[in-house]
């Protein structure tokens, strides 16, 4: 099983821009991977998935704003967050599942490998 390290996060202004980093310590090629988040007294949401095909999936609240892609070589996803919002102040989890070709629901019970997080926070 890989373990999942997250960077990149920190404090920005509003209409500001981050790239999220998740490395993983082996090989990502077999992996479903996803970027999650949870504000302070909320639930954790899911924002954006990607399969090993490389298709992508978003929360619809993020679409047009937040872009995930991977880099197998690398071992590593990202996520791409432009013009940021005070709500989008978080911490930001990625997490990976076997890709056994099946379609993965954008939920926290669907993944079972995840990092410890990058802290966002947004200022007005």
């Known amino acids: 099983q890989v373990q999942l390290v997250e960077s990149g996060g920190g404090s920005v202004q509003a209409g500001g821009s981050l790239r999220l980093s998740c490395a993983a310590s082996?090989?990502?090629?077999?992996?479903?991977m996803a970027w999650f988040r949870q504000a302070p007294g909320k639930d954790r949401e899911g924002l954006a998935q990607?399969?090993?095909?490389?298709?992508?999936n978003y929360a619809a609240p993020m679409e047009g704003r937040f872009t995930i892609s991977r880099d197998n070589g690398m071992n590593t996803l990202y996520l791409q967050i432009n013009d940021l919002k005070p709500e989008d102040t978080a911490m930001y989890y990625c997490?990976?599942?076997?890709?056994?070709?099946?379609?993965?629901?954008?939920?926290?019970?669907?993944?079972?490998?995840w990092g410890q997080g990058t802290r966002v926070t947004v200022s007005s």
């Open positions: 997490a990976a599942e076997e890709d056994y070709g099946g379609t993965l629901d954008l939920v926290e019970y669907e993944y079972h490998t």
């Open positions: 082996g090989s990502t090629n077999s992996l479903c």
């Open positions: 990607i399969d090993t095909d490389g298709n992508t």
